[in-house]
C-alpha cells in the first residue's frame, strides 16, 4: 500500500539556519504531494503541494520539489525563524480513495 | 469564510457515557473526513465520507459511528467512551478522495475518565 516516511525528530535549530526535513514516498501512479504544519494547540494547516513530477510548491518561504525518479518531497527553507517551530507532515493522496500521512517531524528553533 | 468548524473544543467524558463531536464546513466540499490524533501515532484516520449519502471506515472504526447529515455536515458519536478514547479529534474536509488537499478544522480535545 501508499506510505510516507519522513525524517525522525525532534530537529533543533538555530535561527537563520538553513532547514530540510526528508520525506519519501511509496506509491502506485502519480500522487499529488503536499506538505502540512500544525502550530501547537492547533490544527493542521495546508503549507504548500506538487500535483505532478518536477512541480516545485513554496510557500511562506518553504519550498518542496515533487521528484519522481527519487520518490521524494523534500521541505526547505533558506533561514527560518522561532516562528517556524511547529511539527510538519508529508502527505500524499493517489487516484484512489487514500490520503496518507506522515508520522510527523517537530521543528524547535531556539533564538 | 469560516473554513471547517469543530464543535465543542473540550469534552470531559466519564467512562461509558456518550457524546456527538460536530463538524461543518463551507467550502462546498464534497468529501469529509475524522481523525485522531495521539501522541507519537500520528493522524489516524476513524471513517469518512467521499461524498454526501457515503461513509467508509477508515483504520480505526471501532467504537465510533458517523452521520453525514447534509453536503456541510459529519458528525462523529461515541456511545460508550472508554479510556482508549482520550485523544485529539479532528475534522477535515476535501473537495474529493482523489489527489485533493484537505482542509482541517480547530480540533477537539476530548479526555475519558
Known amino acids: 500500500g501508499n506510505s510516507v516516511t519522513q525524517m525522525e525528530g525532534p530537529v533543533t535549530l538555530s535561527e537563520e539556519a538553513f532547514l530540510t526535513i526528508n520525506c519519501t514516498y511509496t506509491a502506485t501512479g502519480y500522487p499529488s504531494l503536499f506538505w502540512y504544519v500544525q502550530y501547537p494547540g492547533e490544527g493542521l494547516q495546508l503549507l504548500l503541494k506538487?500535483?505532478?513530477?518536477?512541480d516545485k510548491g513554496s510557500n511562506k518561504g518553504f519550498e518542496a520539489t515533487y521528484r519522481k525518479e527519487t520518490t521524494s518531497f523534500h521541505l526547505e527553507k533558506g533561514s527560518v525563524q522561532v516562528s517556524d517551530s511547529a511539527v510538519y507532515f508529508c502527505?500524499?493522496?493517489?487516484?484512489?480513495?487514500?490520503?496518507?500521512f506522515g508520522p510527523g517531524t517537530r521543528l524547535s528553533v531556539l533564538p | 469564510n469560516a473554513g471547517v468548524t469543530q464543535t465543542p473544543k473540550f469534552q470531559v467524558l466519564k467512562t461509558g457515557q456518550s457524546m456527538t463531536l460536530q463538524c461543518a464546513q463551507d467550502m462546498n466540499h464534497n468529501s469529509m473526513y475524522w481523525y485522531r490524533q495521539d501522541p507519537g501515532m500520528g493522524l489516524r484516520l476513524i471513517y469518512y465520507?467521499?461524498?454526501?449519502?457515503?461513509?467508509d471506515k477508515g483504520e480505526v472504526p471501532n467504537g465510533y459511528n458517523v452521520s453525514r447529515l447534509n453536503k456541510r455536515e459529519f458528525s462523529l458519536r461515541l456511545e460508550s467512551a472508554a479510556p482508549s478514547q482520550t485523544s485529539v479529534y479532528f475534522c477535515?474536509?476535501?473537495?474529493?478522495?482523489?489527489?485533493?488537499?484537505?482542509?482541517f478544522g480547530p480540533g477537539t480535545r476530548l479526555t475519558v475518565t
Open positions: 506538487a500535483t505532478k513530477a518536477d
Open positions: 502527505a500524499l493522496s493517489d487516484y484512489g480513495q487514500n490520503f496518507v
Open positions: 477535515a474536509s476535501s473537495l474529493g478522495t482523489s489527489g485533493y488537499e484537505q482542509y
Open positions: 465520507s467521499a461524498s454526501e449519502g457515503t461513509t
